[in-house]
């Protein structure tokens, strides 16, 4: 079990940019109910690729921060949780250990991984870091979503329980590795396109390199500003 950190926050514009964005994240002081789409008074400027039942959580690890800070330094966005855009933090605990399907108790709700994060050029004005998105998604270190089980009130310092597994050998970090490093390994893809508790979103990766052998192109995602 891992205590959890409860973050929340409100759309304003992206640092150099009129484009509005939920990710800066605060740490709230007192329970909160989690509906179906997210925590109560959580905001996501576009709702078209963030939040929904789908995405309604995002878990982002702190064991990260101090990776980031050896190799960016002591960035503003770094110092705290919150600089990734995530609604729950914990120590102890990463994408290498957490899978597709893993289900959680946090406080009175019940909670489902459902994908990876895919990180977007939104983070690159988040840190002014200009390739930030790009390294997000080269080092693995992207966090994760859950869709809402079961809704309930959670409280910060609630303990997030592992209650259930549904396939443990798909972590989110090999999932990672094959749709964004060995990313033609048809094996790998065809396994990831018969998940079908995994988020339809990234299922269709899968399902599309298999029929296109082809790998789409990121760089709208990962450097554009639209």
Same mark, same amino acid.
């Given at each position: 079990?891992?205590?959890?950190?409860?973050?929340?926050?409100?759309?304003?514009?992206l640092?150099? /940019?009129?484009?509005?964005?939920?990710?800066?994240?605060t740490?709230?002081?007192?329970?909160?109910?989690?509906?179906?789409?997210?925590?109560?008074?959580?905001?996501?400027?576009?709702?078209?690729?963030?939040?929904g039942?789908?995405?309604?959580?995002?878990?982002?690890?702190?064991?990260?921060?101090?990776?980031?800070?050896?190799?960016?330094?002591?960035?503003?966005?770094?110092t705290?949780?919150?600089?990734?855009?995530?609604?729950? /933090?914990?120590?102890?605990?990463?994408?290498?250990?957490?899978?597709?399907?893993?289900?959680?108790?946090?406080?009175?709700?019940?909670?489902?991984?459902?994908?990876?994060?895919?990180?977007?050029?939104?983070?690159?004005?988040?840190?002014g870091?200009?390739d930030?998105?790009?390294?997000v998604?080269?080092?693995?270190?992207?966090?994760?979503?859950?869709?809402v089980?079961?809704?309930?009130?959670?409280?910060?310092?609630?303990?997030?329980?592992?209650?259930?597994?549904?396939?443990?050998?798909?972590?989110?970090?090999?999932?990672?590795?094959?749709l964004?490093?060995?990313?033609?390994?048809?094996?790998?893809?065809e396994?990831?396109?018969?998940?079908?508790?995994?988020?339809?979103?990234?299922?269709?990766?899968?399902?599309?390199?298999?029929?296109?052998?082809?790998?789409?192109?990121?760089?709208?995602?990962?450097?554009?500003?639209?």
């Open positions: 079990m891992s205590t959890v950190t409860l973050l929340t926050g409100r759309a304003a514009p640092p150099g /940019s009129d484009t509005l964005s939920g990710i800066d994240k740490p709230v002081s007192r329970p909160l109910t989690l509906g179906p789409e997210g925590f109560a008074g959580d905001e996501q400027a576009d709702r078209r690729v963030h939040g039942i789908k995405k309604a959580v995002h878990h982002y690890p702190l064991d990260h921060y101090s990776d980031w800070r050896a190799e960016l330094g002591d960035l503003p966005a770094l705290a949780p919150g600089g990734f855009g995530e609604n729950i /933090s914990t120590a102890g605990l990463t994408e290498a250990e957490v899978a597709v399907g893993d289900t959680f108790r946090l406080g009175g709700a019940l909670i489902q991984v459902s994908q990876g994060r895919q990180p977007c050029w939104k983070l690159n004005h988040r840190f870091v200009p930030m998105a790009r390294r998604q080269q080092t693995g270190r992207t966090g994760w979503y859950y869709r089980l079961q809704t309930g009130t959670v409280a910060p310092g609630d303990r997030l329980e592992l209650i259930g597994r549904l396939a443990p050998d798909w972590t989110l970090r090999r999932l990672w590795h094959a964004y490093v060995d990313r033609m390994n048809l094996v790998e893809l396994g990831i396109a018969a998940l079908d508790f995994l988020a339809e979103g990234w299922r269709k990766y899968a399902v599309q390199r298999l029929e296109s052998r082809r790998v789409e192109d990121w760089s709208a995602r990962l450097d554009g500003t639209a």
